[in-house]
């Protein structure tokens, strides 16, 4: 698998709430190498959106250290860590996050234009192509499914080559059978190009696809599941 890519120490996250303090997650520890899968379930509001936010960086934790890329995210400013973000890190949500104004092919092209790259349209009509959509270039989200639109979403998260892909709840808005399709496809992509995955998930089956697993509740970890 090679060398580790992501590495949670301790990691706790406590936030005030009208009780008192509300501890989401309680000294948390795990490590992923390069090509890992992983999932992480449990039931709503078992800490599993916030552990993924504190993996990527977007929020940080209480205590503890997230390790991305070599890297201590504790010490870094927002604008380093999304440095770190946009280097080493893609994302895949629920709710797909396409940008209405552009068609499938300018929403996967986007984030390499930003990072100055030159192939950007070759890489996203590869990419495009490779998730079946070919043929839907010049289509705007509203005019693709849902399924399409995950699709779209996933050549966008693959597109700048990350390290580690995060996916919020990838098939959640999907049907089973179009679920399952999205759920090959990250996959797919994660063994072909080494991508380390890390899914939240309340798909029991789109769980045990993955080569590890971690269980919550209320904010502790009491499933670790090796393969």
Request: proline share 4%; aromatic share 2%; with cysteine.
């Amino acid at each position: 698998m090679g060398a580790s890519i992501l590495t949670a120490r301790n990691l706790s996250k406590v936030v005030p709430s009208a009780e008192g303090e509300l501890t989401i997650l309680h000294e948390l520890s795990l490590e992923l190498n390069k090509g890992d899968s992983l999932a992480i379930v449990g039931s709503s509001g078992s800490g599993k959106s916030t552990l993924l936010g504190l993996l990527a960086g977007l929020d940080l934790p209480s205590s503890g250290e997230v390790t991305l890329a070599g890297r201590g995210l504790s010490s870094l400013d927002e604008d380093q860590r999304a440095r770190i973000r946009a280097e080493h890190v893609g994302f895949v949500f629920q709710s797909f996050q396409l940008l209405d104004s552009l068609n499938a092919l300018e929403n996967v092209m986007l984030p390499m234009e930003l990072d100055g790259r030159r192939d950007a349209r070759e890489r996203a009509t590869e990419l495009l192509q490779r998730v079946g959509l070919g043929q839907r270039l010049s289509h705007s989200p509203r005019q693709l499914s849902g399924g399409e639109q995950q699709r779209v979403a996933i050549a966008r998260a693959f597109a700048a080559e990350p390290d580690v892909l995060f996916a919020d709840e990838p098939t959640g808005n999907l049907d089973s059978h179009t679920g399952e399709r999205i759920s090959d496809l990250l996959f797919d992509l994660n063994k072909e190009s080494g991508t380390t995955l890390v899914l939240v998930t309340h798909d029991e089956r789109l769980a045990h696809r993955c080569r590890r697993l971690i269980r919550l509740e209320a904010g502790l970890l009491v499933a670790p599941l090796e393969p």
